[in-house]
């Protein structure tokens, strides 16, 4: 038996396929909106730009801009198997620029008055991989 074996029976987890240039040219520094432009369909290049957009106080830019991940990342994951449900873990690095962007949505959601939003996004997020919302909570 697997140590990462469900012994409930539940789905197993997903691990989208890793996609470096992104993610290296947003650690290399490039812009966001760079990076976005470049490889929009990157849920991390749309998390980031959400982040940068609520630190710089405009929380209505930063939800259109974590949506816009939330829907790329959710696009990856059902090409990738997932049916809807299951564990999307925070250890499997592609996996967090969509829990990035669920996290920006949740956020944002919450800062315009989208309570129910708020709690479907903050629930997806922990259901999806405790440890992501441990980490960006």
């Not at 989208?16 to 290399?28: A, F, G, H, N, V």
């Not at 990342?73 to 925070?90: C, E, I, M, Q, T």
């Not at 620029?97 to 309570?115: M, N, S, T, V, W």
Request: aromatic fraction near 8%; hydrophobic fraction near 35%; proline fraction near 9%.
């Amino acid at each position: 038996m697997s140590i990462h074996e469900n012994l409930l029976g539940g789905p197993p987890p997903t691990h989208l396929p890793d996609d470096p240039e992104p993610r290296e040219l947003l650690e290399s520094g490039a812009a966001p909106e760079e990076v976005a432009a470049k490889y929009p369909a990157s849920s991390l290049a749309w998390a980031r730009l959400a982040d940068v957009a609520y630190e710089g106080g405009r929380v209505v830019e930063s939800y259109a801009y974590a949506r816009t991940g939330y829907h790329r990342g959710l696009d990856a994951l059902r090409r990738s198997g997932w049916k809807g449900h299951g564990p999307v873990p925070w250890e499997h690095e592609p996996n967090r620029g969509f829990l990035r962007a669920l996290h920006a949505l949740a956020r944002a959601a919450r800062d315009i008055g989208e309570q129910e939003e708020y709690e479907r996004c903050s629930t997806f997020l922990r259901d999806s991989s405790p440890l992501a919302a441990e980490t960006l909570g």
